[in-house]
């Protein structure tokens, strides 16, 4: 059994223990002071394009009035989670009631449309908007992560993969040929659509890596020069008719 003098030494030590877990900062990689200092215009017209194809469609477009209920209105009313940049940059990151989280967006894209919200919705709107001052960036979390480009690991998609390939051509198969080099086919016309060395697909900004990727798949390389036009004819020519062509079909 313990003595007086016993317990409270382990008491100490557990509480200082304690102070020590609670005082040590969480992993952080993202320099949220720098990309605040670093808002602009173009950073206002990525968070307006962001907003405006996506978050209108619950927080509504004119800062008040929100197509769904439970959605917040940023001109008015309580924001219950913060209206700071930080505490919105957290709701967006960890989500938070209702919403979830937004991780398909940068941190960087994450910020823009917290710049967006605040000028185009709060700053007018609310009387207790406030800016943003040197003593609030200071008090913001620092970086004391660093991800190096070594640590992240590339997505394995195989040999083979059925996209499209730029704006152009909406259905393709990308095949691996080893030795960095990929070649793609039309898998209407079976037409080559690319040939090019350097990697295979550049798919950072589709649903392959973001949750609302809106891009689509680009060449990861460069074009091998005098190879990008193998197709075949129909008909007995190459020039033959494409107009009626049904958008994904069998070969002419």
């Given at each position: 059994?313990?003595?007086?003098?016993?317990?409270?030494?382990?008491?100490?030590?557990?509480?200082?223990?304690?102070?020590?877990?609670?005082?040590k900062?969480?992993?952080?990689?993202?320099?949220?002071?720098?990309?605040?200092?670093?808002?602009?215009?173009?950073?206002?017209?990525?968070?307006?394009?962001?907003?405006?194809?996506?978050?209108?469609?619950?927080?509504?477009?004119?800062?008040?009035?929100?197509?769904?209920?439970?959605?917040?209105?940023?001109?008015?009313?309580?924001?219950?989670f913060?209206?700071?940049?930080?505490?919105m940059?957290?709701?967006?990151?960890?989500?938070?009631?209702?919403?979830?989280?937004?991780?398909?967006?940068?941190?960087?894209?994450?910020?823009?449309?917290?710049?967006?919200?605040?000028?185009?919705f709060?700053?007018?709107?609310?009387?207790?908007?406030?800016?943003?001052?040197?003593g609030?960036?200071?008090?913001?979390?620092?970086?004391?992560?660093?991800?190096?480009?070594?640590?992240?690991?590339?997505?394995?998609?195989?040999?083979?993969?059925?996209?499209?390939?730029?704006?152009?051509?909406?259905?393709?198969?990308?095949?691996?040929?080893?030795?960095?080099?990929?070649?793609?086919?039309?898998l209407?016309?079976?037409?080559?659509?690319?040939?090019?060395?350097?990697?295979?697909?550049?798919?950072?900004?589709?649903?392959?890596?973001?949750?609302?990727?809106?891009?689509?798949?680009?060449?990861?390389?460069e074009?091998?020069?005098?190879?990008?036009?193998?197709?075949?004819?129909?008909?007995?020519?190459?020039?033959?008719?494409?107009?009626?062509?049904?958008?994904?079909?069998?070969?002419?």
């Amino acid at each position: 059994m313990l003595g007086d003098g016993q317990m409270r030494l382990l008491l100490s030590l557990l509480i200082f223990a304690g102070a020590s877990v609670s005082a040590k900062e969480p992993p952080n990689a993202v320099d949220h002071a720098g990309i605040i200092q670093s808002w602009d215009r173009e950073s206002l017209a990525s968070g307006e394009k962001i907003y405006k194809s996506l978050c209108t469609n619950c927080h509504g477009a004119d800062g008040v009035t929100p197509p769904l209920p439970t959605a917040r209105a940023f001109g008015k009313g309580e924001l219950n989670f913060g209206k700071d940049p930080y505490s919105m940059f957290k709701t967006l990151t960890y989500g938070n009631g209702m919403m979830g989280p937004q991780t398909w967006m940068t941190p960087k894209e994450r910020y823009a449309v917290i710049h967006y919200i605040r000028e185009k919705f709060m700053k007018p709107m609310r009387k207790d908007f406030v800016e943003v001052h040197d003593g609030y960036l200071e008090g913001l979390p620092t970086v004391n992560v660093v991800v190096k480009e070594s640590d992240k690991k590339e997505r394995d998609f195989g040999p083979a993969l059925a996209s499209q390939l730029g704006r152009d051509i909406s259905s393709v198969l990308s095949v691996k040929l080893g030795d960095d080099t990929t070649i793609s086919y039309n898998l209407h016309s079976m037409d080559q659509a690319g040939l090019w060395t350097g990697g295979f697909l550049d798919l950072l900004n589709t649903q392959h890596y973001r949750e609302r990727g809106g891009g689509v798949a680009q060449p990861k390389g460069e074009m091998v020069r005098g190879l990008q036009r193998w197709q075949w004819a129909h008909g007995g020519t190459f020039d033959y008719s494409r107009e009626d062509l049904l958008a994904r079909g069998p070969i002419p």
